[in-house]
């Protein structure tokens, strides 16, 4: 069984074929970073039109590394949502015109069980169930994952998601988009302990997350001092070491509440060095094993779109047809059938 699966949730055009023998055959992926720089952030009517002028290329390239033809692909999947709706609009009409053409059926996937599965990619993946900590640009959660399709929501934010946290903070920094990578290179320079942030909810029972105060702690840090880069350093270190001790805290409350001993870590900030490394002292003391995804698969990739895809036809779920795509969709209602509606 084979699959092509396309990525254009927001800024990352990318088309990739995984086998469900094989393996990853090709992972072909275009960044708009340089395009949405001059910006600050992501232009969503500027990341609409460059998804169209790159999927097709990106489709051929894909398959051309793959040597496989068209008609060795069993099924085309995309990207059905969350995300920008104009972006999510242009890959599901793509793929689904795809699919009609060469007569196969078009899976619309959801973002974050694509990210959910990632490190299933890796040569030593996870079995299910397992308790997974998806901290991205636009999500932060813990979710007890029971199998393909059955996820419950442990925790989450309640106001800005990790990522997106890290690249507020990193503006008020003066580091260019994207921030928050700049932000943990940054940190990496300073001194633990010069600023202290608040480790926020840790003081309360629950899973829940918020990090919205985070950011308004380095704007008072930062007030009324001359930024040299010592102190953007320190402030950096203070951010992220909060961001961390609380998102590792997080994770040892639900692995002992959950009873997993599996941790899987999931989107763009799980490349974080310093997370990984937290994370790594939570599962020892714990009894449990982490998992994660290579660094070009924690950010937005086809190959985890493919890889869902995959998975999805082999168990026979297949939503009803059609162009589906939803700016946003909790990732519980994904549910075991594939169904788009909402």
Not at 154 to 165: M, R
Not at 200 to 214: A, E, H, Q, Y
Not at 268 to 280: D, I, K, M, P, T
Request: hydrophobic share 45%.
């Amino acid at each position: 069984m084979r699959v092509i699966g396309i990525e254009s949730s927001c800024d990352e055009t990318a088309v990739a074929v995984y086998d469900a023998e094989l393996g990853l055959m090709s992972h072909c992926l275009h960044s708009q970073v340089a395009m949405h720089q001059a910006y600050g952030g992501v232009v969503p009517e500027l990341a609409s039109r460059d998804h169209v002028r790159r999927l097709l290329p990106l489709v051929r390239q894909a398959l051309a590394e793959a040597q496989s033809d068209r008609g060795a692909i069993d099924a085309v999947a995309y990207t059905a949502g969350p995300g920008l709706i104009g972006a999510l609009l242009v890959g599901a009409g793509f793929a689904s015109s795809l699919g009609y053409a060469w007569g196969k059926p078009a899976l619309g996937i959801h973002h974050l069980e694509g990210h959910l599965l990632a490190p299933l990619l890796e040569p030593d993946p996870p079995a299910f169930p397992f308790l997974a900590l998806l901290v991205s640009g636009g999500h932060t959660q813990l979710v007890d994952v029971a199998g393909l399709g059955q996820y419950r929501i442990l925790g989450e934010t309640l106001d800005d998601a990790a990522g997106e946290a890290f690249d507020k903070t990193a503006k008020l920094l003066g580091l260019p988009y994207p921030g928050g990578a700049a932000l943990a290179r940054l940190a990496e320079q300073g001194r633990a302990g010069r600023f202290v942030f608040p480790r926020p909810m840790l003081d309360r029972p629950g899973l829940d997350f918020s990090f919205s105060g985070l950011k308004t702690a380095a704007l008072v840090a930062l007030r009324g001092r001359v930024l040299d880069d010592a102190i953007r350093a320190d402030v950096a270190r203070g951010f992220q070491d909060a961001v961390v001790e609380t998102l590792a805290e997080k994770c040892r409350r639900a692995l002992a509440s959950a009873g997993h001993r599996r941790l899987v870590i999931a989107g763009g900030v799980g490349a974080n060095s310093r997370l990984r490394e937290r994370l790594a002292e939570v599962v020892r003391g714990a009894g449990a094993e982490l998992y994660f995804p290579r660094a070009e698969f924690c950010t937005d990739n086809g190959a985890m779109i493919a890889l869902a895809g995959c998975m999805r036809l082999a168990a026979g779920m297949q939503h009803g047809g059609g162009i589906a795509a939803r700016a946003h969709w909790e990732l519980g209602d994904a549910g075991a059938t594939g169904d788009m509606t909402p």
